[in-house]
Nanobody, 121 residues
Framework: QVQLVESGGGLVQAGGSLRLSCQAS????????MGWFRQAPGKDRAFVAA????????NYADTVKGRFTISRDSAKNTVYPQMTSLKPEDAAVYYC??????WGIGEYDYWGQGTQVTVSS
């Protein structure tokens, strides 16, 4: 059974950096797309960034381009979004997801439990 476990959330000052982790287990992820989404209170879950597990192709939301970098370590089955220049509007619960076939949120087959990111101004 596929499991995704996020970690690395916490409190950071505006302008600071944070690196989240998503450890995947229970499956063969060679052809998956691994994505990060976030959900702030009262808002829908929104796309942040994604990466293909085998080829390393990346995709970013316009709101994080130039500030966030997603990468993966195949040996550790882990995906990392490195988040820099954080803004108060980046505060949310961040979720890791795994998709077999597509990039859209509806394509994601598995989700982690989420990790809270709080940005103080």
């Amino acid at each position: 059974q596929v499991q995704l476990v996020e970690s690395g959330g916490g409190l950071v000052q505006a302008g600071g950096s944070l690196r989240l982790s998503c450890q995947a287990s229970g499956g063969t992820f060679g052809t998956y797309i691994m994505g990060w989404f976030r959900q702030a209170p009262g808002k829908d879950r929104a796309f942040v960034a994604a990466i293909t597990w085998n080829g390393g192709t990346t995709n970013y939301a316009d709101t994080v381009k130039g500030r966030f970098t997603i990468s993966r370590d195949s040996a550790k089955n882990t995906v990392y979004p490195q988040m820099t220049s954080l803004k108060p509007e980046d505060a949310a619960v961040y979720y890791c997801g795994a998709a077999k076939t597509g990039w859209g949120i509806g394509e994601y087959d598995y989700w982690g439990q989420g990790t809270q990111v709080t940005v103080s101004s």
